[in-house]
Every structure is written in structure tokens, then in C-alpha cells.
């Protein structure tokens, strides 16, 4: 009704040749302080007034794109910026929010762009700071760490009073795995009495989320949970807090309010890419609660015939012929395998230090076995890079010289998917590519629209199969130097544990990794299995 009675006010002013000054100034006080529907409706009727001039046209258009980021409806706060940027081409504010919003929808290397352009055209040293700010937060999450940095240190000198500064180094610690350090630049972002440009709400929203993301990544869920629902009072359609409110009631043992919380969150819109990587681990959290609370099947002594029905694919690429070659990427594989076989695998197949047609003839051999069984695992380790979002891994005859050269001399993720899409129950395939790309150097660019990113990106694979990472996407994974890389030696000590449900386990290797690399490296799951609970090991048989 409220909507209604604000629209009915403001329709004249759209039919109109030209808005009275009076009415003009009142749907400007609107369109500029109010959030919501009316501050949108607003906004929207003095961009109808015929005749309106360009730039205030641009201004009503820049208002609108801020009220939808606070909404977190990122799409329509681009589309409203573009248009704002199309009528005022030198309007740096405007500069500064697309960029916020690219780096929100994931699209890092545009956000860049647009926070270069807004410090070359910035005239005070307010919005170069802000510049140089959003610049640092898209840098971060495209693996630009030293210039992240940079970014942020700069803009502390020109600004040192603004209270972003804190704020945009606790995410910059955060994106780097250090949650107690981040903790206290949130602390000195509270304790700070200065103003920014951005709107009060906006501050203590972000103020809020990065306190309760650190505190839910260094377990401490008890204090997150407070400290989450003071930040759903002022900012109640912000998906990211519902999922971490969701994982840290999970960790609780609270299972029906955590399932509340993550159906919540799942009826908003996502504000960045990094809230979907929370929303995997309360759906894995609250999945496996449920399966937990589920009446367990009886397990037989020694495994039947069926349950002993699977089959590997163990890669191990390590002697590199265009690039040093890699320390323990062949030991991994060699000891997984072992492992497998040890577990009563019907079939693993290992290989090692294969090119490319070998690597494709071994997926097409592998695509066969796995048909017919119940279980099916392939696991890499080696050279791997993202290019344009998409990850392919490197055979051990790969030069890239050019970037065109990647899709002609790789094998692309999907090619493994493939190969196990035959299969009745559990598809998994596990990959320890992560490591820093050493063909980069050496790869020139005949495409300016390609991008090549750090370590692995993100992946959403169909329902029933799990792409566990050595290193979450965006991350550097360690290949070791006694033995075995870190994440082989907490998934070799995890497939021993007995009774240990893959979504656990995989949990279980995660900390094991973040401890043994002081939080620099941390393992990721990707993608969703059904309801059935699969064990490596059961508690059944242990002692096989």
C-alpha cells in the first residue's frame, strides 16, 4: 500500500512536460535519501520528465544504481550505472560504483578497468582513495596480492582518516586466509569516528559481515551469532549473513534454525561470488546434519560385491619438458593409488607424466570402466591454470606460447567430467593443480579479452558428482618438499580414518591443510551429491 500511495504522487510528475521546481526538489530529496521502492520510484520519475537536462538525468540514474546496491541487486545497479555513465561519460562517482558492482557479479578484471578509469579522472584525493580501494578488492579476488596491497597502502596515505581503509583491509586479510588479523582492522573500522562517502547503513552492513565471516572462519560460532543477527537488523535482505548464520547454527548443533537460515538465503539475491562459496558450506553442513539424524544402514562385515564395485584413475604429471618439473606431484599419485587399492578397489589405474593424446586415450579407457561401475574417481595432480573462467590441466608436452595455444595442448576439466558421467552412484574427482602457473611468463596474448587467473576457478558441476580442490579457487596450492604435498598427507590420513562420510572427510582434510600451511592454503568441495552417505572406510570394515 505504501508503494502505491508514493507512485500515486509521483505520477504526475511523469506526465508532465516538465516537473515544477517545488515537485522537482521534492523527489529529489527522495530519490537521494530514501532507499527502497520509493527512493527507486523517485529516482525514476525525474528521469521521465521530458526535457530534463543529461547530467541531472545521469545523477537520478547514479541514485537509483546506489539504492539497488544496498539492495544487493547487483544487475539492476549496473544496468542504472551504464545508463548514468552514457549521459554523464565523466562522472567519477559513477566510475567508482560500476566497479563495485563488477567486482560483486565477479567480473574482476572489468571492475579494474573501471576503478582505473575513476582514479585517472578522480580530482580529489576522496575518490582516488575510493578508487584505489575498489581496485584493491577486485585485485585481491583475482590473485593480485602485491598490488592489492599497494592499492590499499595508497589509499590509506591520501585518506588516512576514512574508516574504508580498515574495512577494505580486513576483506583483503580475509581473502588471504587470515581471519584473526582481520578481526582487528574491524575493530579499529568500529572504533573509528570518521565519515566516508558511503551511507552510513552500507558501512555498518560491511563493518558487520567481514566481523561475522571472520569470526564463522576461525570457528568462534557462539560470538558470530550476535554479532550476525545485529548486522540482518539494518540489512535484512543480505544473503551472505543468512548463509553464515546458517553454518554457525549448524556448528551448533542447532539443525532447524540453521535449515531456516539457509532457506532464507536462498530466497535473495547473492551480492558477491564470494557468498556462494558460504552457501556451499551451509548446504554441505545442514546435508550432512540431516543425513546424520537419518537411520543408518547395517553394513556387512566385508564389503559385498557391489559396495567393492569401484574404480580410479590416478594422473600424477610431474617431468615437465617446457618447465621445471614438479617435486611430489608423481609421489602423490603413487601413494593414492596404493591407498585406493588398498581399500579394495576393483580397478585403479595409475599413470604418470602423460601428453596430451595419452591423457585424452586414458579418459576414454576410464570412460569404459567406469561405466559399469558404482563409484568412480579420478584424481590429478600437476600442472593446471584458468584462462577466461575456464580450468584446463597441463599435459607434460604443453608449451603455451600463445593463449590460443591452451585450448590445442590442454585438457579441459569438463573432459573429466565426461568421462564419469556414466556412473550409478558416487562421481568425484580430485584435483591437486592448483599450483602457480609457470607457463605465464612465457604466454603471449593475441586475445585482450582473455584473462589468466590464479590457481583454479570456481566450477559448479552437475547434481551427484564433487570436484574437490587442493586449493579453493583463486588460491596457490603448496606441492611440498618431504614427500608429499600437504593436502595429499591429510587426504592419505583421512582415507585411513574409518567411519568417515566423504563430506566429513573432506571437511577433515581442510583443516588439516589450513593448519599445516599457517591458513594459506585451503582445500574446496564443489558440487553436491545425493542424499546416500558414501564411506571410503567404514567403521565396518576397518580392520579388512
Known sequence: MMLLLVLAVLL???????????????????????????????????????GIPARERANAYYNRCYH?????DYRNALAS???ALEDNPSFVDAWLNRSTIRSGLGQFD??????????????????RAGALRNRAAAFVRRGNIAESRADLDQAARLQPGDVYNFINRADFLLQLGSPDEALQQVARARATRATSNYSQQKMYSDIGLLHGKALVALKRDSEALPVLDALLRIDPKNAEAF??????????????????????????????????????????????MDSAMAPRPEYPAQP???????????????????????????????????????????????????????MFAALRAFAKDAETSDWAVIYFAGHGLEMGGVNWLAPVDAQFKTDR???????????????????????????????NNPFAPQMRFTNSTRSLGTGLARVEPEGGTMIAYAAKAGQVAHDGDDGNSPFMKALLKRLKQPG????????????????????????FVYGSLPSEPFYFRTAATANR
Open 12 to 50: 504526475p510528475a511523469l506526465n508532465a512536460s516538465a516537473a515544477a521546481p517545488g515537485d522537482r526538489s521534492k523527489l529529489w530529496e527522495t530519490c537521494g535519501n530514501n532507499g527502497g521502492e520509493a527512493g527507486l520510484a523517485a529516482c525514476m520519475a525525474i528521469i521521465n520528465t521530458r
Open 243 to 288: 548463509a553464515l548464520k546458517s553454518v554457525a547454527l549448524a556448528r551448533t548443533n542447532n539443525v532447524a534454525a540453521a535449515r531456516d537460515a539457509l532457506s532464507t538465503a536462498r530466497r535473495l539475491p547473492l551480492s558477491s561470488p564470494d557468498a556462494a562459496d558460504v552457501f556451499r558450506e551451509a548446504e554441505q553442513l545442514v546435508r550432512e
Open 500 to 523: 568417515l562420510e566423504i563430506s566429513m572427510l573432506f571437511r577433515f582434510v581442510r583443516d588439516d591443510v589450513l593448519a599445516a600451511t599457517g591458513r594459506q592454503q585451503e582445500p
Open 405 to 435: 595455444d591452451v585450448r590445442l595442448e590442454a585438457v579441459s576439466i569438463d573432459e573429466l567430467s565426461a568421462a564419469i558421467e556414466g556412473v550409478r552412484g558416487l562421481r568425484l574427482i580430485v584435483l591437486d593443480a592448483c599450483r
Open 81 to 83: 550505472c551504464d545508463r
Open 304 to 358: 559385498s560385491r557391489e559396495r567393492s564395485n569401484r574404480v580410479a584413475l590416478v594422473i600424477g604429471n610431474a617431468a615437465y619438458h617446457n618447465v621445471a618439473p614438479l617435486t611430489n606431484a608423481g609421489r602423490d599419485a603413487e601413494a593414492l593409488a596404493a591407498e585406493f587399492d588398498a581399500l579394495g578397489f576393483r580397478k585403479v589405474t595409475l599413470l604418470r607424466d602423460l601428453s596430451r593424446e595419452q
Open 68 to 72: 539497488y546496491i544496498l539492495g544487493h
Open 110 to 127: 572489468l571492475a579494474i578497468k573501471d576503478a582505473t578509469q575513476a582514479l585517472a579522472m578522480a580530482s580529489n584525493n576522496s575518490d
